[in-house]
């Protein structure tokens, strides 16, 4: 009577313990990932994809979507493999990033690109609690000043810098 050594050397395979929760959040964002990858590829795909010498209008959105989607798969099955229980949502970081990008949004036709990068950042930063005021300050007016000069003078976009 022989016995297979082999069969006893193997790692059991892992099942969910019971009352195991998955974290939907990070399932609902992983299965997003893959969708909206898997879309870009397929609208790329009705372009021409040329080849890597001479690579056409859809060949860059193609290998960007399919690696969201690797990416989405992935994560899909970090979340499922993971024994981790779900982080807790912290609804001030959402909240105040929600409304920097909205005031800056808002603010940057209206006001000009200083006063809408200097609220996004401010309102940005709010969303943590462990940022100094004056750190907050610092970023904000380097911020400000890096996108006047990268977006205004160098790229040239008619955004007025100031309100007229």
Same mark, same amino acid.
């Given at each position: 009577?022989?016995?297979? =050594?082999? @069969? +006893?050397? =193997? /790692?059991?395979?892992? +099942?969910?313990?019971? &009352?195991?929760?998955?974290?939907r959040?990070?399932?609902?964002?992983?299965? /997003?990932?893959?969708?909206?990858?898997?879309?870009? /590829? &397929?609208? @790329? &795909?009705?372009?021409?994809?040329?080849?890597?010498?001479?690579?056409?209008?859809?060949?860059?959105?193609?290998?960007?979507?399919?690696?969201? @989607?690797?990416?989405?798969?992935a994560?899909?099955?970090?979340?499922?493999? +993971?024994?981790n229980?779900?982080?807790?949502?912290l609804?001030?970081? $959402?909240?105040?990033?929600?409304?920097?990008?909205?005031? $800056?949004?808002?603010?940057?036709?209206?006001a000009?690109?200083?006063? /809408?990068? $200097?609220?996004l950042?401010v309102?940005?930063?709010? &969303?943590?609690? =462990?940022?100094?005021?004056?750190?907050?300050?610092?970023?904000?007016?380097?911020?400000?000043?890096v +996108?006047?000069?990268?977006?205004?003078? @160098?790229?040239?976009?008619?955004?007025?810098? $100031?309100?007229e």
């Amino acid at each position: 009577m022989s016995t297979d =050594t082999r @069969a +006893s050397q =193997t /790692a059991p395979l892992r +099942s969910p313990s019971p &009352g195991r929760r998955f974290n939907r959040g990070e399932i609902l964002v992983a299965v /997003a990932f893959t969708l909206v990858g898997l879309a870009v /590829a &397929g609208i @790329a &795909g009705g372009y021409d994809l040329g080849d890597l010498r001479r690579m056409g209008p859809g060949y860059f959105p193609m290998i960007l979507g399919l690696l969201l @989607a690797a990416i989405g798969v992935a994560l899909i099955i970090e979340v499922v493999r +993971s024994d981790n229980p779900p982080p807790p949502l912290l609804m001030r970081p $959402f909240v105040m990033l929600s409304l920097g990008i909205i005031s $800056f949004a808002q603010l940057v036709e209206r006001a000009g690109m200083v006063p /809408a990068v $200097f609220s996004l950042v401010v309102l940005s930063a709010l &969303g943590e609690r =462990t940022l100094r005021p004056l750190s907050i300050l610092v970023i904000a007016v380097l911020m400000s000043a890096v +996108s006047v000069l990268l977006f205004i003078e @160098a790229l040239g976009i008619p955004v007025p810098v $100031f309100p007229e």
